[in-house]
């Protein structure tokens, strides 16, 4: 009894049933095919946009053009900079600030670009876009979390 029990169990959690109907199912894999279309969450409410992907582009273009983003020519940069602070946070454990549990913590290896993106504001004429930076799997993320945790 308790094997055919776990059996039925199994075998429904397999089974992915779906509240879209056929067309329904159908239009979102249409747009999701769409190349010329931009599909992003709103920055305020829980919507989800549809844009021209032009137009989004040309709004995340002219954030990017602003005075607190500097476009970065040398290839290494990146990779210097994580080097950088793993030198550094290694010489807070050879100073003694820090223990090798929190090196490890914090010290970066094989980190990924920051990924800038734009959330529309729908509340707002023309939708301007609110930029977001996500910093997730970048060089500075664990020393940033850490920091933030220590300042709160």
Same mark, same amino acid.
């Given at each position: 009894?308790?094997?055919? +029990?776990?059996?039925?169990?199994?075998?429904?959690?397999?089974? !992915? $049933?779906? %509240?879209?109907?056929?067309?329904? /199912?159908?239009?979102?894999? +249409?747009?999701?095919? %769409?190349? %010329?279309?931009? #599909?992003?969450?709103?920055?305020?409410?829980?919507?989800? #946009?549809?844009?021209?992907?032009?137009? *989004?582009?040309?709004?995340?273009?002219? &954030?990017?053009?602003?005075? !607190? =983003?500097?476009?970065?020519?040398?290839? %290494?940069?990146?990779?210097?900079?994580?080097?950088?602070?793993?030198? *550094?946070?290694?010489?807070?454990?050879?100073?003694? &600030? &820090?223990? !090798?549990?929190?090196? =490890?913590?914090? !010290?970066?290896?094989? +980190?990924?670009?920051?990924? $800038? *993106?734009?959330?529309?504001?729908?509340?707002?004429?023309?939708?301007?876009?609110?930029?977001? &930076?996500?910093?997730?799997?970048? =060089?500075?993320?664990?020393? +940033?979390?850490? /920091?933030?945790?220590?300042?709160?």
């Amino acid at each position: 009894m308790h094997n055919a +029990s776990q059996q039925l169990m199994k075998s429904c959690k397999k089974k !992915q $049933f779906s %509240n879209l109907s056929d067309d329904e /199912l159908k239009a979102l894999k +249409s747009l999701k095919s %769409n190349k %010329n279309i931009v #599909i992003v969450k709103a920055d305020k409410g829980n919507s989800i #946009i549809v844009l021209e992907k032009e137009s *989004y582009l040309k709004k995340a273009e002219e &954030i990017l053009k602003g005075n !607190q =983003f500097q476009e970065i020519t040398n290839k %290494n940069y990146h990779q210097e900079r994580e080097n950088e602070l793993n030198k *550094y946070i290694y010489s807070l454990l050879k100073d003694g &600030i &820090i223990d !090798q549990e929190l090196r =490890f913590r914090l !010290q970066s290896t094989c +980190s990924s670009l920051s990924v $800038f *993106y734009g959330l529309p504001k729908i509340h707002k004429a023309g939708y301007p876009i609110r930029p977001i &930076i996500s910093t997730i799997g970048s =060089f500075q993320y664990e020393l +940033s979390k850490y /920091l933030a945790k220590a300042i709160y």
